[in-house]
């Protein structure tokens, strides 16, 4: 009887898919692929690629000049801390719009989207407009005594600004795919509010939850646009790699930014496929506690 279902669907399958369409699409995204992401990444790498066959002393002296080693650690250590700070308050955002309704919920939830169509400079634009000494919470914080704009804190709000779309969106989709049944079923098992969250939800939510700090922290790293407005863009204080980049261009350094660039990259991508690892195996490891307890 199984057999007969399987070989229905595979019929009704082909009948909507039909396995030469199938191998086109297939083919058609990996040609994609390779014309949006491989052909940019490969026109990157090839000058610092050839700088270091033929004078590898050039390249390490362009790839580990001081302010270049100042801008990748800002970069990736205050994007990191804006992903943890995001992951956190992304969680809660995610888990309030998908579990309750209330008034203005509709109006938060449009507003979480508003990085993701608003340009990158514009953004920067109203961080300078709220945060500078003259702005509706300048005085305040100069009373305070805490300086944003120009400052390496101008950094860290403008990069919490453009990533935390990033994370209340995919655990969002997450939450609202669980079905309720799974947490009455708990219930009816005997098990806690916290037992539920802990031992049923949370191991479902935790890869979207790491795949979303992820993306923000790879957002913030490659931040440009807010950042040149609101920071100094003076080394050793607030200067960030992509910003370095952008100077070697204007200086016609193509060669300088291609290193600095691939450098960059390669640390990002280092870091992305660690935290992929490390996800993956805390969910195996989430899901045979999970068992054991119950």
């Given at each position: 009887m199984m057999k007969k279902i399987k070989n229905h669907i595979n019929k009704v399958a082909e009948e909507m898919w039909p396995i030469s369409t199938w191998y086109e699409s297939r083919y058609l995204a990996i040609y994609y692929f390779i014309f949006m992401i491989l052909c940019p990444v490969y026109a990157l790498i090839t000058p610092a690629i050839q700088l270091f066959n033929t004078n590898p002393s050039i390249f390490w002296e362009l790839a580990k000049h001081p302010i270049a080693i100042s801008a990748y650690r800002i970069s990736i250590v205050t994007a990191f801390y804006a992903a943890i700070i995001n992951g956190i308050f992304g969680f809660l955002t995610a888990w309030v719009l998908a579990r309750f309704k209330f008034f203005g919920r509709n109006v938060l939830d449009t507003f979480i989207d508003l990085p993701f169509a608003l340009p990158t400079a514009v953004a920067g634009l109203t961080l300078m407009t709220v945060y500078n000494p003259e702005g509706p919470l300048g005085p305040l914080l100069s009373k305070l005594g805490i300086q944003i704009i120009?400052?390496?804190?101008?950094?860290?709000?403008?990069?919490?600004?453009?990533?935390?779309?990033?994370?209340?969106?995919?655990?969002?989709?997450?939450?609202?795919g669980i079905d309720d049944s799974i947490e009455e079923v708990a219930w009816s098992l005997g098990a806690s509010p916290r037992d539920t969250l802990q031992y049923v939800l949370l191991p479902s939510l935790f890869p979207a939850f790491i795949s979303g700090i992820t993306l923000a922290w790879a957002r913030s790293i490659g931040e440009f646009g807010s950042i040149i407005i609101i920071s100094s863009n003076s080394p050793f204080k607030d200067l960030i790699a992509p910003v370095l980049i952008f100077q070697h261009l204007e200086q016609y350094n193509y060669i300088g930014a291609s290193v600095v660039g691939s450098v960059l990259l390669f640390f990002s991508t280092i870091l992305i496929v660690s935290v992929r690892l490390l996800a993956a195996y805390l969910q195996k490891f989430s899901i045979k506690n999970t068992y054991k307890s119950w």
């Open positions: 120009f400052s390496r804190l101008g950094v860290f709000m403008a990069m919490l600004f453009v990533s935390l779309p990033f994370v209340v969106r995919t655990v969002q989709g997450v939450l609202q």
